[in-house]
């Protein structure tokens, strides 16, 4: 695969990402919302997961993995619908994608044995320093609220660093298709209970169904296309990239949600984007 076509897997990864959690922030019920898309999507993967299962060659450390990958993959949705209860997408999107995108390089170039040039570490920076300062957790007055959405959101992050790097094994042996099936069925067990027991979810979609049909198709589309992305370029270069989708949540934040912005943002997204090019061209 050409590297340019990597690229446009990447980017496009990162817009489909942007919109499901844009869609997802404006739900009734958060967990609901996620419930009924992982839902959709375990019925429509599950032959993929089935193929797979039977082909491979999956012993005990293969076990391990998986189950490994399922857990953060639990995690992840159930923090998610925490976080978007509580913060703003232009907040919260920043946060738990910030952290991701400051770990997953740094761990996978000790797993990997994948390097980063001397400006491929400066893109990297940047790209981390926009993110956060998107973020604003340096400018904002710290009060349990803040806090409790930083926590939330980093354990969002830390969750996508897990998966992350741990699907780069499991794609040895598994198809993306059959590995997004165990995201499926994570997000369908977890949120299971709150989402049946809320009350809300003939209400969310009989207000929302349209966007659940969407998101049902972007949620695991999105990663698709990464994990598709992955299996012919460095973890280390292409995550970042992804990162893009940070400016996105924020645009969709300020022009639909009409959630507060400053000026100041306009230029951590330019920093994000000049760290994005130093690691795609030189990183």
Not at 61 to 70: R, S, V, W
Not at 238 to 265: D, T, Y
Request: charged fraction near 10%; proline fraction near 3%; hydrophobic fraction near 55%.
């Amino acid at each position: 695969m050409s590297e340019t076509l990597v690229w446009l897997l990447v980017i496009a990864s990162a817009v489909t990402h942007a919109i499901w959690n844009f869609y997802t922030k404006k739900s009734v019920h958060k967990s609901s919302f996620l419930w009924s898309i992982q839902t959709i999507a375990s019925l429509v993967f599950m032959p993929f997961f089935i193929s797979d299962v039977l082909a491979a060659k999956i012993g005990v450390q293969e076990i391990i993995l998986l189950i490994i990958t399922f857990v953060f993959q639990g995690m992840y949705v159930t923090l998610l619908s925490k976080a978007y209860q509580i913060g703003e997408i232009s907040q919260v999107y920043p946060f738990m994608r910030g952290s991701a995108a400051l770990l997953i390089p740094v761990i996978s170039i000790f797993l990997y044995d994948e390097k980063l040039t001397t400006l491929g570490w400066a893109g990297l920076i940047l790209i981390v320093s926009g993110l956060f300062g998107l973020s604003e957790i340096f400018s904002v007055r710290v009060n349990r609220k803040l806090l409790q959405t930083f926590l939330i959101t980093f354990g969002v992050g830390l969750s996508i660093t897990g998966y992350t790097i741990v699907d780069k094994s499991i794609l040895d042996f598994m198809s993306p298709l059959g590995l997004l099936q165990i995201y499926n069925i994570a997000g369908f067990i977890f949120l299971s209970r709150p989402a049946l027991c809320s009350g809300k979810l003939k209400q969310e979609w009989k207000v929302n169904w349209r966007t659940i049909m969407i998101g049902a198709a972007m949620a695991p589309g999105s990663y698709l296309l990464f994990l598709i992305a992955m299996k012919y370029a460095p973890l280390s270069h292409i995550s970042p990239i992804r990162e893009f989708s940070i400016v996105i949540g924020c645009f969709l934040g300020f022009v639909v949600l009409k959630e507060k912005q400053a000026l100041i943002r306009i230029v951590y997204a330019l920093v994000i984007t000049t760290g994005i090019t130093l690691i795609s061209f030189w990183g």
